[in-house]
């Protein structure tokens, strides 16, 4: 009885084991609090399409292999909330395409929903009401700024005399390229436009460009350099940073690294160390222009630096979007002061004159109806609303075609005493025929084959990183 006894213990605890196996196992199958009820990142999408009667679309590269806990219970009787709940965070979001159609996207850090912007414009237009507490503010966020950008303190030149090459004489105005060392074996190249017979001080232009196919040396950049030369201006074209000349130094994808932005920031500091040098250059005649992300950098360079009396932003300043790429903002300029924005860091243009070209086709869609008013306040502030302009193009694309060259030549004309001259006809456009086309390798500084590169150069991003910590 006793060896009966002892088998029947045996079996009931081989049964008990079996049991709890079975159920562990079962268990990991299920849907339960401690597996956080995930779901593939697809059926929560489904959900939400058949939820609220949408369809949302989405590339698989965003989706596969991605899974959201709790997804069921991030659904609101609101739509947008519950759309914001499920794909928040996992850093994802949905752009509205039409009525009840979306498509999914990577999170945009540098683009804001216009309201939520325009309410921090308005939270930050209230920490001043005056002239007096503007400039203080103004202060604090230069100082910022400037130890953001690395700027703070200035690091050390290179060889101050720039490289020149002989100057292409194209009647009315002539070219030459550059090549300025702006920090030991660190150079910045570009093209000098100046025009060709010229009486007593001229104005100076800087004009750095955006990220559109092949920069400076596309045809409506070197028209609209050449007009300006042709009015009676000198007119200062140069690389972005690893793009150009650049490219010597650096790979094309450096330019998606931090340093891009400070790099590109001293570089408009040293060029105009260098025309400034120029007797003939008038100091309070000195503008800048770019379009795209080079208007985000004219607004930033005009802000740092107050021997830029003018400034044109072209299809670029907007308070819901920052800038998306690390040459406009791989560093945290827009949390100096604890916090602000590119509309607020242009207001620190004023009193200067500036211009803020803007379209229907992009992120300055909706300049009209509170930046340019914001803007226009802090004007008043030195009694000079005059100075501040907006042209707003509703039906242009993100782009410096015609339609923006030709704001830019009259607020030159206006403010720095251009003379339009034979380049204006009589229906109040602008000839810009007679300017040259030049071809890409007759404006590189460095040659061809970049057989002119200083034996000192620094090649690589890891260079240029050793480089800054000496500073």
């Given at each position: 009885m ?5 088998l ?16 562990l196992?079962a ?44 997804a ?56 001043y ?53 702006i ?33 400076r040396?596309?045809?409506d ?14 007119s ?5 940073f ?29 060029i105009l ?9 008038d ?47 791989g ?11 590119n509309?607020?860091?242009a ?5 200067r ?8 086709g ?31 193009l ?31 006809t ?10 040259v086309?030049?071809?890409?390798e007759?404006?590189y ?27």
């Amino acid at each position: 009885m006793e060896r009966n006894r002892k088998l029947n213990t045996l079996s009931q605890y081989l049964l008990m084991v079996l049991l709890l196996f079975t159920g562990l196992n079962a268990g990991a199958q299920e849907q339960n609090t401690d597996t956080k009820f995930r779901m593939p990142l697809k059926d929560a999408i489904h959900m939400l399409e058949e939820r609220f009667q949408i369809e949302i679309r989405f590339d698989d590269h965003l989706v596969d292999g991605v899974e959201l806990d709790y997804a069921p219970w991030r659904l609101r009787a609101d739509r947008d909330q519950s759309l914001a709940n499920v794909f928040s965070p996992l850093d994802l979001k949905v752009q509205k395409v039409s009525e009840n159609k979306y498509k999914l996207k990577e999170y945009e850090y540098f683009r804001w929903e216009v309201q939520e912007a325009w309410d921090y414009l308005d939270y930050l237009a209230g920490k001043y009401h005056d002239k007096e507490s503007w400039l203080l503010r103004k202060d604090s966020i230069r100082t910022d700024l400037m130890k953001a950008l690395k700027l703070d303190p200035l690091p050390e030149y290179g060889n101050r005399k720039p490289i020149r090459t002989k100057k292409r004489n194209h009647g009315d105005y002539t070219v030459e390229n550059f090549a300025l060392e702006i920090m030991p074996g660190l150079f910045i190249n570009g093209s000098i436009y100046r025009p060709k017979k010229v009486s007593g001080k001229i104005p100076l232009m800087l004009s750095p460009d955006g990220h559109w196919g092949g920069h400076r040396f596309r045809k409506d950049a070197q028209i609209r350099n050449a007009m300006i030369a042709k009015m009676g201006a000198v007119s200062v074209s140069y690389d972005l940073f690893a793009w150009g000349e650049s490219l010597l130094q650096f790979n094309s994808e450096d330019h998606r690294r931090p340093l891009a932005l400070t790099v590109q920031t001293l570089s408009a500091l040293r060029i105009l160390d260098m025309m400034l040098e120029e007797k003939q250059i008038d100091p309070n005649r000195v503008g800048i222009s770019g379009g795209s992300g080079g208007g985000n950098h004219a607004v930033l360079v005009t802000a740092i630096d107050g021997r830029i009396k003018l400034s044109i932003p072209v299809a670029s300043l907007s308070s819901y979007h920052f800038g998306g790429c690390p040459c406009e903002s791989g560093f945290p300029i827009h949390f100096s002061a604890n916090g602000t924005n590119n509309v607020e860091i242009a207001a620190m243009t004023a009193p200067r004159p500036q211009l803020l070209i803007s379209d229907g086709g992009d992120w300055t869609a909706h300049m009209p109806e509170h930046d340019f008013p914001y803007l226009k306040n802090v004007y008043r502030y030195f009694g000079a609303e005059s100075e501040l302009e907006n042209v707003h193009l509703p039906d242009d694309a993100h782009d410096f075609g015609y339609s923006k060259r030709k704001p830019v030549y009259t607020f030159l004309i206006k403010h720095f005493g251009l003379n339009s001259g034979k380049y204006l006809t009589s229906d109040g456009e602008f000839e810009e025929s007679s300017c040259v086309i030049e071809e890409e390798e007759d404006m590189y500084a460095f040659g061809k084959n970049g057989q002119r590169l200083p034996e000192n150069a620094i090649i690589g991003y890891e260079e240029l990183e050793k480089l800054f910590k000496q500073y």
